[in-house]
């Protein structure tokens, strides 16, 4: 991990990852759910911020987060997870 992101930084990643994939799954998709959206936003928070976790690790992670607002739930989770690690 190259640094640990902030918890601004990963709320705005993950807000463009949402608007992003917003916009994929009514134009590409034809309004079609993407049942592999997790994949899509870790990979648009990893092109964002970088190498802060692998790809499939933060796709667990998003995959698992509840609560509301979502992405700063998702966000607290990402920073417990990478803190927990080490």
């Not at 796709?59 to 417990?80: Q, S």
Request: with cysteine.
């Amino acid at each position: 991990m190259e640094h640990m992101p902030g918890r601004a930084e990963l709320v705005g990643a993950l807000a463009g990852a949402a608007a992003t994939h917003h916009e994929y799954e009514d134009h590409t998709l034809g309004g079609e759910r993407d049942h592999l959206w997790a994949g899509f936003y870790a990979a648009y928070v990893l092109g964002r911020l970088g190498p802060v976790a692998a790809c499939s690790e933060l796709v667990a992670i998003l995959e698992g987060v509840a609560g509301e607002p979502w992405g700063e739930a998702a966000a607290d989770a990402i920073i417990a997870s990478l803190s927990d690690r080490g």
